[in-house]
């Protein structure tokens, strides 16, 4: 499998933040996902275990090589778990593509994961993680390519009370370091939260989600998506589930996403 992959020619997208970049969506969708993504896209993905305590989240990597398999939902075939990654995928095969290359997703997201409980800072474990997931990526051969990143993160910080400011340098220096390492003008696109949960705690949330807004408008080749419409878990499924999106929105996600991944594409 290994001697296959290396010969595979992979633009390689980042994906990183907490739950709703994991993907905890469940439900119906009006259109499950078609075969085009069968061979030309796949995960790379660290080994791990995830302990959610109460004042922290225990991640913890095993010493094992990282794992490449061909991008799927998770969960099971009755329950599928849905992940935006997988129309993002959809549509850049369909527009961006080209015949000789493959398309890999860097899986770096964990649930419940922030700067507040010190994760995603510069010197963090779960953020060095994800360089080091991004290095193996492009060492796997010479022509590969990290093409962008897509970020969904902030509720943590939210609730946990993050000052707005402190938030909005953190996430700048993150955003500042990936450019720094992969590309100067590589796209940066990240998105609002569930609107269910966010108008249920809106004082927390409207000032961190604003320093998202802001950092993005200043710091170029970005952009921010809008979810006011798409539905939680518990909206489409009622299962009490407020904070992730659901399986359908997921996909709606994903597709804006590409889309405005498009546009910061044809201004570099």
Known sequence: MFMEIKNMKFD???????????GLGVGP???????????????????????????????????????????????SEQNPV????????????????????KLLIVRAAIGGTGFVKKQWGLEDQVYLKMIELADYALSINEENRIVGVLWHQGECDAFEKNEPNVFKQQLASLIQDIRKRYGKNLPFIAGDFVSEWKQKNISDCEPIVEKIREVLRET????????????????????????????????????RYYDAFREICSLI
Request: net charge negative; glycine share 8%.
């Open 220 to 255: 170029g080749h970005s952009a921010f998506i809008e979810t006011s419409d798409l539905l939680s878990n518990n909206q489409k499924n009622g299962n009490g589930d407020d904070i992730h999106f659901c399986r359908e929105a997921l996909c709606i996600l994903g597709c």
């Open 82 to 101: 849905g992940d935006f990654a997988m129309s993002f995928g959809e549509a850049y095969v369909k527009g961006n593509l080209q015949n000789d290359r």
């Open 12 to 22: 390689i997208i980042i994906q990183a933040g907490q739950s709703n970049a994991e």
């Open 29 to 75: 969708v009006s259109a499950e996902y078609m075969p085009i993504l069968s061979g030309n896209v796949y995960y790379l993905e660290a080994e791990k275990t995830v302990e959610h305590l109460p004042e922290t989240v225990r991640v913890t990597y095993a010493d094992t090589p990282f794992i490449i398999t061909p991008a799927k939902e998770r969960g």
